[in-house]
């Protein structure tokens, strides 16, 4: 019945698709909250719900409480009546998610990026992931919604294409329209947005939807991004500037950015510049365990640079605590211009050691000028998977919404 929303022009399916929404956004949800939000008849909305219930598309979650009679009946969204696949691609890795309609993660298939790792053998590797999902998991291709795509490189998402692939290692990203390759393959609708809004919209709606409505979801990875919750909707632009956070000033007298500028964040917390300044670092005759991997330095490569961090190299945590002090200013500052209510961290950087702790708290020492106005700092809530989370979102507003934002 999902399919059925689209495009609905029924009086009929128009109310099946409000209630059905509402119980996604709301759920567990009586029914007399239920006819107060849409103003319908008690009688009609019994009706209604009844039919979403031999749809399969709703169930009683159980959770409701006695006021001294008959337990109500609290209605949830019935999370394996559908399924999804949600997908983040960067030039680290691929990530393919399926998904139920809770946006809970059922299994997951990773591809790490190398020189082989071209568009076409990327999008055949998350065409091959969503059968073995699909067969693996009993799960009829008829239950499939679609495909959500993730992207942080600045994309045309009305051609489905990469702007500038020029950060991926292997070629064959130019101009490849990513939706049409996709659909053609899976035979299921395809929908590609900026990864750092889709992480925002996965928290705000898997954790805090109910907590505030202004959140912000901050990225320390290849770039420095930042995705935005106001008043329960997500901050869209047309312009292409989803990395601006990243270059935000913090040094006027600073390193120089790879946009030209001097003193961005980019130039100090971003992958990137972690693995530079340790290459420059280790020409100063600095020691790392990295020198053992390579025969020249400059072929250091960014897997490597993760790795080191992961094993806790020395000379790598000392940079990145240093990268974590700047991102912690520019939090501060980032906070004190947009006043949300809770920050999520999240991207590569977050879950490495320290990186966090530093960054939170150099944020919190500089808001202690405002000390009635607490904001929570917390870590994402799947650090690694949240990106490919929010990729299913769309897919559900498609069915649900009257326009996905």
């Known amino acids: 019945m999902l399919?059925?929303?689209?495009?609905?022009?029924?009086?009929?399916?128009?109310?099946?698709?409000l209630l059905y929404?509402?119980?996604?956004k709301l759920g567990p949800i009586k029914v007399s909250t239920l006819t107060e939000l849409t103003g319908y008849k008690h009688t009609t909305c019994v009706r209604l719900l009844d039919e979403l219930v031999q749809a399969g598309l709703i169930i009683d979650s159980g959770l409701g409480v006695s006021s001294g009679g008959r337990k109500p009946v609290m209605y949830v969204v019935n999370p394996t009546s559908n399924y999804i696949i949600g997908v983040e691609i960067t030039n680290l890795y691929t990530t393919v998610l399926l998904l139920d309609l809770h946006l809970n993660i059922l299994e997951t298939k990773k591809l790490k990026m190398d020189q082989g790792s071209t568009g076409e053998f990327t999008l055949n590797f998350v065409t091959n992931c969503v059968d073995q999902l699909l067969v693996q998991n009993d799960i009829s291709r008829e239950k499939l919604l679609g495909i959500g795509i993730g992207l942080l490189d600045p994309?045309?998402?009305?051609k489905g294409t990469i702007i500038n692939s020029d950060s991926f290692i292997a070629g064959g990203w130019e101009d490849l329209n990513i939706i049409n390759y996709l659909e053609k393959t899976n035979q299921c609708p395809v929908f590609i947005n900026n990864g750092t809004n889709l992480a925002a919209l996965a928290e705000y709606r898997l954790k805090y939807g109910k907590e505030t409505d202004n959140i912000i979801f901050v990225s320390s990875d290849m770039s420095i991004r930042c995705g935005?919750?106001?008043?329960?909707?997500?901050?869209?632009?047309?312009n292409e500037m989803d990395d601006a956070f990243g270059h935000m000033i913090i040094d006027v007298h600073g390193q120089r950015c790879s946009c030209g500028s001097y003193g961005c964040l980019q130039a100090y917390s971003s992958l990137p510049a972690i693995r530079e300044e340790v290459i420059k670092r280790i020409k100063r005759g600095e020691s790392s365990h990295l020198q053992d991997c390579v025969e020249?330095?400059?072929?250091?490569?960014?897997?490597q640079t993760l790795d080191a961090l992961e094993q806790e190299d020395r000379l790598s945590l000392e940079v990145l605590k240093d990268a974590a002090y700047y991102f912690g200013i520019g939090l501060a500052n980032l906070i004190f211009l947009l006043r949300p209510d809770i920050v999520i961290c999240g991207g590569t950087l977050v879950p490495k050691p320290f990186f966090f702790d530093i960054a939170s708290d150099?944020?919190?020492?500089?808001?202690?000028?405002y000390p009635n106005s607490p904001i929570q700092i917390v870590k994402s809530t799947t650090a690694y998977n949240i990106v490919a989370q929010g990729a299913g979102c769309m897919v559900i507003d498609f069915y649900t919404e009257e326009s996905f934002s």
């Open 3 to 17: 399919r059925q929303f689209v495009g609905v022009h029924s009086p009929k399916l128009k109310s099946l698709k």
């Open 21 to 24: 929404s509402l119980i996604r």
């Open 155 to 158: 994309i045309d998402s009305e």
């Open 228 to 238: 935005v919750v106001q008043q329960g909707r997500l901050l869209s632009h047309k």
């Open 362 to 369: 150099i944020a919190r020492s500089r808001m202690k000028h």
């Open 296 to 303: 020249d330095i400059e072929d250091i490569s960014l897997h």
